[in-house]
């Protein structure tokens, strides 16, 4: 159980994620209104130092007690019921730059190598300009492989890609020809120009 003054900050912290400036986390809200999976916010709040003990019962108690009814939960999908910063989340299309990176693990890599990247339960892609943001996405789930995506080629093939803020780009897919396993003395590399930068 949270105390009154816990429960407090982490609605704060939960509406700032919902309505106002969920790009800064890395997270992406479904355009129609304004959801995501509960498995994602909880994972944008667990990454933060100061809740990384947080569960999605936590969560819960935050939607229950709010006094305003903030939130909605339905199907496993989180939402503000109001007061969002945008009235609809829409990305609009954007030229992305030549090379973006899709950070992942070891065991689904032979199926992207086979299909491609596909949203699974999200609603688009994630991709990042630097490798920072991919090697957090896919060390949370075990050994971490960093992609790197050819988007010219990808674009060739129809993919349209969109710019979501702070570095993070989404794409409704990548097809498998445009994915390539970056090798680990390019991410040292990569990592060291982006520090000089």
């Known amino acids: 159980m949270l105390t009154p003054a816990q429960e407090k900050s982490l609605s704060k912290f939960m509406t700032k994620l919902l309505r ?18 509960i498995s994602v916010l909880l994972e944008a709040v667990q990454a933060q130092p100061k809740w990384s003990w947080v569960k999605q019962e936590h969560i819960e108690q935050v939607v ?29 299309p954007a030229e992305p730059p030549s090379i973006l990176y899709h950070g ?24 990042s300009e630097g490798t920072h943001f991919a090697t957090l996405a896919g060390s949370r789930r075990g050994e971490s492989v960093i992609l790197q995506v050819d988007t010219p080629s990808a674009k060739q093939s129809g993919v349209t890609f969109y710019y979501a803020g702070n570095e993070v780009w989404l794409a409704d897919r990548v097809p498998p020809g445009c994915c390539s396993v970056m090798e680990p003395e390019e991410k040292a590399h990569s990592n060291h120009e982006s520090s000089n930068r």
């Open 20 to 37: 106002h400036t969920p790009e800064h986390y890395g997270v992406v809200l479904d355009p129609e209104d304004g959801s995501c999976p």
């Open 64 to 92: 229950r007690h709010s006094d305003k009814q903030r939130f909605a939960i339905e199907g496993g999908r989180i939402r503000a019921r109001y007061g969002h910063s945008h009235d609809k989340v829409q990305y609009a």
């Open 104 to 127: 992942t693990n070891k065991k689904a890599l032979p199926s992207i190598l086979k299909q491609g990247l596909i949203p699974m339960s999200r609603q688009y892609v994630h991709l």
